[in-house]
C-alpha cells in the first residue's frame, strides 16, 4: 500500500492512494491552513470507524441479521504535550433493525473489534481502546 500526499496551498494537502481517490487535509488559519477539510488525526479516527463497520456490515450480512440503519460515533482524547497521540478511544455503535439478533450483532462487533480490524488493532496497541453498542436506542 502507498499514499502520495502533496502540497495543495500553504498548509493545505491532498493525498490519493492505490485506489486512486484524492482526500483533502487542512490544518487551523492559525497554522496556515484555510480550515477547509479535515485534520490528519481526524482522518485517523475516521479510517478506525470505516474500517470497523466495514467489518461489521460485512459479517453481520454474512449471518443474516442486517441493519436497516448503522452508524459508528468515534471519540478521543489525545496527550496534551507532543507527540500527541490518541491515548483513549472510544466507539458507539449504533444500530436500527426490526430483524436484528443482539447475539449476532455483539459477536460481529466483537470479531472486528479483536480479529479483524487491523486499524483497531494498531489503536489498540498504543490506546485504550473501548466501544458500547447501541441496538435500537433513540438519541
Not at 467489518?55 to 441479521?65: A, F, G, P, T, V
Not at 442486517?66 to 478521543?76: G, K, Y
Not at 449476532?104 to 489503536?123: D, H, P, W
Request: aromatic share 8%; net charge neutral; glycine share 8%.
Amino acid at each position: 500500500m502507498k499514499v502520495e500526499i502533496q502540497r495543495a496551498k500553504n498548509a493545505t494537502f491532498i493525498s490519493k492512494g492505490d485506489s486512486g481517490n484524492w482526500v483533502v487535509m487542512d490544518s487551523k488559519k492559525d497554522f496556515g491552513g484555510q480550515d477547509a477539510a479535515s485534520r490528519p488525526m481526524e482522518l485517523l479516527l475516521m479510517g478506525l470507524g470505516g474500517c470497523t463497520a466495514m467489518d461489521i456490515e460485512s459479517l453481520l450480512n454474512k449471518m443474516r441479521s442486517p441493519a436497516d440503519d448503522f452508524r459508528v460515533e468515534v471519540s478521543a482524547t489525545r496527550k496534551d504535550e507532543h507527540p500527541k497521540i490518541f491515548t483513549k478511544i472510544h466507539l458507539d455503535f449504533y444500530f436500527q433493525g426490526k430483524s436484528l439478533e443482539e447475539a449476532k450483532v455483539k459477536k460481529a462487533v466483537k470479531l472486528s473489534q479483536e480479529k479483524y480490524c487491523g486499524a483497531a488493532a494498531m489503536f489498540g496497541a498504543v490506546a485504550e481502546l473501548t466501544y458500547d453498542i447501541h441496538i435500537n436506542e433513540e438519541k
